[in-house]
């Protein structure tokens, strides 16, 4: 198993299918889907059992309690049988080609962080980057210091939070 994709779910109805079906459209990776209700009221738990369903050879639907975004994460880590570990969030859509092409650079390099970028779909159009440097056009490896100088730079040309990075899983 490659990758192990965690989705924690809370009261996303809404939102909850067009970010499934981005992920389920990935193709080219082996990987597993980790679905963690985390005690929604609302449908989103009848939409997970209709994706396990219809998955079911790579779908793993947890259900709990609530008890947070960190805590839904964590149940899904310790489920988790992928040689890497991504968190996606279920109001957030991927695009499973730039997905895949990032997740096999960085497994051919043996990264142990891919650190990635986000960007905003408005009106139907996929915009820019969110986050640029100078810097780091020239920067597609980094290790050690080099890589956390330009994670923290001035120009803040990394996001913190873990849903645009993937992370061995070790």
């Known amino acids: 198993m490659e990758l192990t994709i965690i989705v924690p779910v809370y009261n996303v109805e809404q939102y909850l299918r067009e970010c499934l079906d981005s992920i389920y459209q990935i193709k080219n990776i082996k990987y597993e889907v980790i679905l963690v209700n985390d005690g929604s009221t609302d449908s989103s738990y009848k939409i997970l059992e209709e994706y396990k369903n219809r998955y079911s050879e790579i779908t793993k639907v947890v259900d709990k ?66 986050f640029r440097s100078q810097d780091i056009k020239d920067f597609t490896v980094g290790k050690g210091t080099k890589f956390f100088l330009t994670l923290f730079d001035g120009n803040k040309c990394f996001r913190e939070e873990v849903v645009d990075d993937i992370y061995k899983r070790d």
């Open 65 to 130: 309690e609530n008890g947070g975004l960190s805590s839904a994460r964590n149940v899904g880590i310790k489920e988790a049988k992928g040689e890497y570990i991504s968190f996606i969030d279920s109001d957030d859509i991927i695009s499973p080609i730039e997905f895949e092409e990032f997740f096999k650079e960085g497994q051919k390099l043996d990264l142990d962080v891919m650190v990635g970028n986000m960007r905003y779909l408005s009106d139907g159009k996929i915009g820019e980057p969110l």
